[in-house]
Each structure stands twice: as C-alpha cells, then as structure tokens.
C-alpha cells in the first residue's frame, strides 16, 4: 500500500513541476519572442529529417507590422470574439464534445478512433501548437486548458493574437504571416489587403490543402465561400479588449 502512496505522490509531483515548467516558460514570452513550436518542430522533422537545408519558412513579424485587414479576417475565421472572452468558449466546446459522442456511437466497435473535433479558440490552437503534440484524446484537451488558463493570465490578449499569428501553419512548411504573406503574395504582412487577408484567413482550417494541390483530397472545405463570408464580416470585429466604463453613481 505504501508503495502506491508514493507512485501518487511522484506521479502529482511531476504533473506539478510540468505545469511550472510551462509557467515559465510562457512568462519568458512576455519579452521574448519563441523561436519555435512543437508542432513547427513536429513539422519541420517530418519534411526534412537529418537534411541541412530546410524547405520550411518563418519570419517573425511585430504585432504593429501587420496588417489589420489579416487581422480581422483571421478572428472572422478562428475566433471572432477573442478580445471579449477567457480563453475557451464553453457552449463551442459543449456543442463539439455532443458531435463527437454522437459521431462514436455511430462507429461500430468500442476501439472507435474519430479525431476529436475542437471548438477551440485562438489561445486554446495557440497552446497546443506551443506545447503539445497533434494526438487527439480528452487527457491532452485537459493539459491544453490548463496551458490556456497559464497563457491568458501571463500574457496580454495582444502578445497572445501576436504569437499566434507568427508561428500558425499556412501551408506545407510555411509558418507565421510574415512567410505567408511573402510566400503567396511577395509582400510584407503590412501589406496584405482586404481580399489577400480573406483569402490566408480562409486557408487556417487546413492550410495543407489551400498551399498544394496534390493535398486538395485531404479537405473538403470551399476555401472562395469560406473566404466571401470572412469578407462580409471583417467589418464587426474588435481588435482589441472592450473598454469597461465606470459605473454611475446612484
């Protein structure tokens, strides 16, 4: 029985230091920028291995350097409150949690394997392509909550919209906007108009597919509906934290 005690004490001893090894790290970020992701990583391991050279293309851009057409166009298509809530957005993930029970109840046999869909915000994406791995289970939703929860107490929303925007996937080895932006367009994020953000902002749901052809067979999104919506739609979003006003006195 002793020897149990102790597994569980080891055992909420590491998962202690894990979420203090995130803390600071993530505090760090408040003055420097990440050089790089797990899943940039992940990435970059599976397109060149032990090669020397890389294909796989970064540029980190200031938060001021980018253009608020992408801006909006990218909340119309993530996560067009962001400025206004916590970091998870409870009846988004409730709505997915439903969809997926009733997608496994439709598979036969208990060892249903149905990728878990998200519901996610921006700063919940931000989180797991910080940290962890691309594995779909509840035991890595619940570590990407807890680094969201680190994430949004440490960091301002803007630091957070700032880091995401810089280390998203757009394409096969393309990372952040300022390659996108030079990938797609041959401009500087600053740059990018109205329908050039649309167009990237509409890729985010799989950015694979919108960069190579030969990935098309792999999404079944209508990338120019897609983009006509967020179109529509950049007009009524805020780009930054609504401001409180002082209540009245009685």
Not at 188 to 215: G, M, T, Y
Request: net charge positive; charged share 20%.
């Amino acid at each position: 029985m002793r020897w149990i005690v102790y597994l569980v004490k080891c055992l909420l001893a590491g998962f202690v230091l894990m979420q203090a090894y995130f803390a600071i790290q993530i505090s760090l970020w408040t003055t420097i920028d990440p050089q790089s992701t797990a899943f940039q990583r992940a990435e970059r391991w599976r397109l060149c291995a032990w090669q020397w050279t890389c294909s796989a293309q970064s540029h980190w851009t200031p938060y001021d350097k980018i253009s608020n057409n992408l801006k909006r166009a990218v909340l119309v298509s993530e996560d067009d409150i962001f400025f206004q809530h916590k970091g998870v957005r409870v009846e988004d993930m409730q709505k997915a949690w439903e969809k997926n029970q009733q997608q496994n109840q439709q598979k036969s046999g208990p060892k249903s394997k149905t990728p878990l869909r998200g519901g996610s915000t921006i700063t919940q994406q931000l989180a797991k392509n910080l940290f962890l791995s691309s594995e779909q289970s509840y035991l890595r939703k619940g570590q990407e909550l807890i680094i969201t929860g680190l994430l949004e107490l440490i960091l301002t929303k803007q630091r957070l919209f700032e880091m995401y925007l810089n280390s998203v996937e757009w394409g096969e080895g393309v990372f952040g906007i300022g390659a996108a932006a030079r990938h797609y367009y041959g401009v500087n994020p600053a740059n990018l108009d109205r329908e050039q953000s649309a167009a990237l902002a509409s890729a985010l749901p799989a950015p694979k597919c919108f960069d190579k052809q030969q990935h098309y067979y792999c999404g079944s999104i209508n990338y120019a509906a897609r983009q006509d919506f967020i179109l529509e739609n950049m007009g009524r979003v805020a780009l930054q934290p609504p401001v409180l006003q002082p209540k009245k006195a009685k």
